[in-house]
């Protein structure tokens, strides 16, 4: 049995604002503020322009929520005007930074290079990379969802060392699940989590393997967190529409009550 602890982070795409935010992470600190919930890490991903509202909040409460960016810039400052740098998520104390969203990758042509560009990026400022991977619809039904999901972890974490890789997390969403109602099912989930788990053996070996965290996203919701918790290789879940609901995720990270 590992010793993974179970990472559940709200990405909230392009939704709530920073007044919006506030409420929001205050609504999850009253959630979860009856229990100890050390046993599961508690993240949130918001729009830039939220971190600093959410930074303040954490900091000035000490919540045990941790925060992180929803994307980063492989480069760490200059003339790119629009994005925004490792540097500057470092000091707003980001714990995250979300590498290689379906979405960026789609609708921002983001390619395999581009997010190891992005997770050095991360790594060189001290910010922990969720790298995201997962097949579209047509890879699914051609039953290459292993060979093309491996593929992205191959280039997401090319040249990366050992000692950084084994904090690395890795979100499997597979595309056709995001934002659909339709989630895979929790053997589809560890069938590829678990071909994730045994490439980075290949890469690392078993024991930095065995240390990294895998999500898995698309579609979560407290009604099936459970079962998808319970596979051997799924460590956490990414979520995006459930997590913009305070009561919801608070649900989905009190799985374990379920
Ligand atoms: O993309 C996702 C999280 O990053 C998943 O989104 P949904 O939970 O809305 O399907």
Not at 11 to 34: R, S
Not at 108 to 124: G, I, P, Q, S
Request: glycine share 10%; hydrophobic share 40%; charged share 25%.
């Amino acid at each position: 049995m590992s010793d993974r602890k179970p990472l559940m982070a709200g990405n909230w795409k392009m939704n709530l604002n920073h007044l919006e935010a506030i409420a929001h992470v205050q609504k999850l600190a009253f959630g979860l503020a009856d229990k100890d919930y050390e046993a599961v890490e508690v993240a949130v991903l918001p729009p830039f322009v939220d971190l600093r509202s959410v930074q303040t909040l954490v900091d000035g409460d000490k919540l045990k929520i941790k925060y992180g960016a929803q994307d980063i810039s492989a480069h760490d400052s200059g003339a790119y005007t629009g994005e925004i740098s490792g540097p500057m998520l470092a000091k707003l104390k980001c714990t995250y930074a979300v590498v290689g969203h379906s979405e960026r990758r789609q609708y921002h042509d983001e390619t395999d290079e581009l997010c190891n560009a992005k997770v050095k990026a991360a790594f060189r400022n001290d910010l922990t990379p969720i790298l995201c991977v997962g097949e579209g619809l047509d890879v699914r039904k051609a039953g290459n969802q292993v060979a093309h999901t491996l593929a992205q972890v191959d280039g997401g974490l090319k040249d990366v060392p050992a000692e950084q890789a084994e904090t690395v997390v890795i979100a499997y969403e597979p595309v056709w699940a995001i934002g659909t109602g339709e989630v895979a099912t929790p053997e589809d989930a560890q069938e590829v989590c678990g071909a994730i788990r045994g490439r980075l053996a290949e890469l690392y070996g078993q024991e930095v393997a065995d240390k990294v965290r895998i999500q898995y996203g698309g579609s979560v919701k407290s009604g099936n967190v459970a079962a998808i918790m319970a596979q051997p290789d799924v460590d956490g879940a990414l979520i995006g529409g459930a997590s913009l609901d305070a009561d919801e995720f608070v649900k989905i990270v009190r799985f374990r009550d379920q």
